[in-house]
Protein backbone atom coordinates (compact mmCIF):
# COMPACT_ATOMS: atom_id res chain seq x y z
CA UNK A 1 0.00 0.00 0.00
CA UNK A 2 3.02 2.23 -0.54
CA UNK A 3 1.97 5.68 -1.78
CA UNK A 4 -1.68 5.85 -0.42
CA UNK A 5 -2.74 7.84 2.42
CA UNK A 6 -4.93 6.39 4.66
CA UNK A 7 -8.78 7.69 5.75
CA UNK A 8 -8.71 9.89 8.93
CA UNK A 9 -5.11 10.88 8.87
CA UNK A 10 -3.92 14.41 8.58
CA UNK A 11 -2.40 13.90 5.26
CA UNK A 12 -5.76 12.71 3.95
CA UNK A 13 -7.71 14.84 5.17
CA UNK A 14 -4.84 17.57 3.51
CA UNK A 15 -5.55 16.06 0.07
CA UNK A 16 -8.94 15.78 0.30
CA UNK A 17 -9.12 19.66 1.43
CA UNK A 18 -6.28 20.46 -1.43
CA UNK A 19 -8.54 18.45 -3.88
CA UNK A 20 -12.04 20.36 -3.07
CA UNK A 21 -10.26 23.81 -2.97
CA UNK A 22 -8.93 23.32 -6.84
CA UNK A 23 -12.21 21.73 -8.02
CA UNK A 24 -14.22 24.98 -6.62
CA UNK A 25 -11.53 27.23 -8.14
CA UNK A 26 -11.31 26.07 -11.37
CA UNK A 27 -14.38 26.55 -13.02
CA UNK A 28 -13.87 30.08 -11.64
CA UNK A 29 -9.89 30.45 -12.66
CA UNK A 30 -9.79 27.91 -14.89
CA UNK A 31 -7.20 24.76 -15.83
CA UNK A 32 -4.16 26.72 -14.84
CA UNK A 33 -5.37 27.14 -10.70
CA UNK A 34 -3.78 25.52 -7.93
CA UNK A 35 -3.38 25.77 -4.30
CA UNK A 36 -0.87 24.95 -1.57
CA UNK A 37 -2.21 24.35 1.84
CA UNK A 38 0.11 24.87 5.12
CA UNK A 39 -0.08 22.59 8.42
CA UNK A 40 -3.28 24.18 8.92
CA UNK A 41 -5.02 23.51 5.52
CA UNK A 42 -5.12 27.18 5.33
CA UNK A 43 -4.25 28.16 1.22
CA UNK A 44 -0.53 29.81 1.85
CA UNK A 45 -0.19 30.12 -2.06
CA UNK A 46 -2.08 30.22 -4.68
CA UNK A 47 -1.13 29.40 -8.96
CA UNK A 48 -3.01 30.80 -11.53
CA UNK A 49 -1.86 30.02 -15.33
CA UNK A 50 1.83 29.55 -13.86
CA UNK A 51 1.97 32.69 -11.73
CA UNK A 52 2.32 32.19 -7.86
CA UNK A 53 1.01 34.47 -5.36
CA UNK A 54 1.57 34.63 -1.19
CA UNK A 55 -1.96 34.09 0.38
CA UNK A 56 -2.25 37.41 2.36
CA UNK A 57 -3.01 37.66 5.52
CA UNK A 58 -6.71 38.07 7.04
CA UNK A 59 -6.26 41.94 8.45
CA UNK A 60 -4.67 42.97 4.80
CA UNK A 61 -7.40 41.57 2.55
CA UNK A 62 -11.17 42.47 1.78
CA UNK A 63 -13.22 40.23 1.71
CA UNK A 64 -17.19 41.25 -0.62
CA UNK A 65 -19.72 39.47 0.16
CA UNK A 66 -23.55 39.84 -1.64
CA UNK A 67 -26.15 37.86 -0.36
CA UNK A 68 -30.04 38.03 0.19
CA UNK A 69 -29.32 36.59 3.71
CA UNK A 70 -26.79 38.00 5.91
CA UNK A 71 -28.19 36.76 8.99
CA UNK A 72 -25.89 33.66 7.47
CA UNK A 73 -22.73 36.20 8.52
CA UNK A 74 -23.83 37.20 11.94
CA UNK A 75 -21.21 35.37 13.24
CA UNK A 76 -18.04 36.27 11.15
CA UNK A 77 -16.29 38.98 13.72
CA UNK A 78 -16.29 42.65 12.20
CA UNK A 79 -18.38 41.91 9.51
CA UNK A 80 -19.86 45.07 8.51
CA UNK A 81 -23.53 44.84 6.72
CA UNK A 82 -24.29 47.08 3.99
CA UNK A 83 -27.61 47.27 2.49
CA UNK A 84 -28.08 48.09 -1.47
CA UNK A 85 -31.13 49.30 -2.37
Given at each position: ???RVRPGTARYKSAAR???TEDLGRPLYGEGFA???DHELR??????N????LACAA??????VLTSDPA???AV?????VTVG
Open positions: MRGLREVELIARRTLGVTLETCQVIRYSPGARV
